[in-house]
């Protein structure tokens, strides 16, 4: 498709498990984040990659949280040992140009659906 | 590090009205802000960016202020239909190379 994907769209774990969520962005987009967001919160910054640059992590609340992005394209985000408060939905974005005024549509960021992950 | 501040609390307007909404950022003038509109349980949707060196930007009935002097940005809907209903969130970069929102702003427009 043309947009950003992310798989599953729903998960039930249990506590203690581990997850991995799935993001394909739009073809030939650059950059890639991860983001949080808990119910009626806003967006919490996770985890940011761009071209071939070591990841931004900054945003990532502990170790066991980690994510990859293979080949420049499909990123996946692990959660080891998942807890109640990991609860959330994790929406992944992409953008053609991140962070500069490249031109028309700098910085725009496309979104997928999200995957919600719900851990019992 | 810079931040943003949306209020948090729900806007209801009647149909027809301007719906106004405040955005703050904390700390230097960022080179751009954002909006994104997002519906229940979907992802959020790009609608306007304005550059530090833009005053107002619009599109169709959606109209974006940035002042740097106040560190302000405002997002203003007119003529709002029911259909406009949904949280309006605002985004920078930090850092320069990663986009952070706020905690957005619900806006309910009734008919």
């Known amino acids: 498709g043309a947009g950003v994907s992310q798989s599953p769209s729903n998960k039930v774990t249990e506590k203690g498990k581990d997850v991995e969520l799935r993001c394909d962005p739009i073809?030939?987009?650059?950059?890639l984040y991860w983001y949080r967001q808990s119910l009626g919160q806003g967006l919490e910054f996770l985890i940011y990659?761009?071209?071939?640059?070591?990841?931004?992590k900054s945003g990532l609340p502990s170790d066991r949280f980690s994510a990859e992005r293979t080949g420049g394209s499909v990123s996946t985000l692990t959660i080891q040992r998942t807890q109640q408060e990991d609860s959330a939905v994790y929406l992944c974005?992409?953008?053609?140009?991140?962070?500069?005024?490249?031109?028309?549509?700098?910085?725009?960021?496309?979104f997928g659906e999200g995957s919600r992950l719900t851990v019992l | 590090s810079q931040k943003i501040e949306q209020n948090s609390e729900a806007l209801n307007i009647q149909e027809g009205k301007t719906a106004t909404l405040t955005c703050n950022y904390t700390n230097y003038s960022p080179a751009y802000l954002q909006w994104y509109r997002q519906d229940p349980g979907r992802g959020p949707v790009f609608l306007l960016l304005?550059?530090?060196?833009?005053k107002e930007k619009r599109k169709e009935r959606l109209k974006v202020t940035f002042d740097t002097t106040l560190k302000q940005s405002l997002f203003h809907i007119t003529a709002s239909q029911p259909a406009d209903s949904a949280t309006y969130l605002c985004a920078t970069i930090d850092g320069g190379f990663k986009t952070i929102f706020g905690a957005g702003t619900r806006l309910f427009v009734k008919a």
């Open positions: 073809s030939g987009h650059t950059a």
């Open positions: 990659f761009q071209g071939n640059s070591a990841p931004d």
């Open positions: 974005a992409s953008s053609l140009i991140s962070g500069g005024l490249a031109g028309r549509g700098a910085g725009e960021l496309f």
């Open positions: 304005i550059r530090e060196n833009e």
